[in-house]
């Protein structure tokens, strides 16, 4: 399985951004995919993750801002990001879990500056 993330990009304060996620490959069912991120100096951390059927989970950081969706159809994942802050700064990963193995995309930068 591979990922392919895009959506990228440099916002100011309070600005939005839409990240995208196809997954191409040898899928046979995607059970979970999901978001990470990673800040300088910090350790990798959930953002959020949504399940085959639709069920979700976020980060407290990000609740009532970040969206998540997914397109079974298309295998892609949708992180729709509100309000953004300059802690929000981070390399964003996406994520899959198929048949109990992870695999991982490559990261996009989001930076959120004035």
């Known amino acids: 399985v591979q990922l392919q993330a895009s959506g990228g990009g440099s916002v100011q304060p309070g600005g939005s951004l839409r990240l995208s996620c196809a997954a191409s490959?040898?899928?046979?069912?995607?059970?979970?995919m999901g978001w990470y991120r990673q800040a300088p100096g910090k350790l990798r951390e959930l953002v959020a993750i949504i399940t085959n059927g639709g069920s979700t989970n976020y980060a407290d950081s990000v609740k009532g801002r970040f969206t998540i969706s997914r397109d079974n159809a298309k295998n892609t994942v949708y992180l729709r990001m509100n309000s953004l802050k300059v802690e929000d700064t981070a390399v964003y990963y996406c994520s899959s879990i198929s048949r109990g193995q992870v695999y991982w995309g490559q990261g996009t930068q989001v930076t959120v500056s004035s």
């Open positions: 490959g040898s899928i046979f069912r995607i059970d979970v």
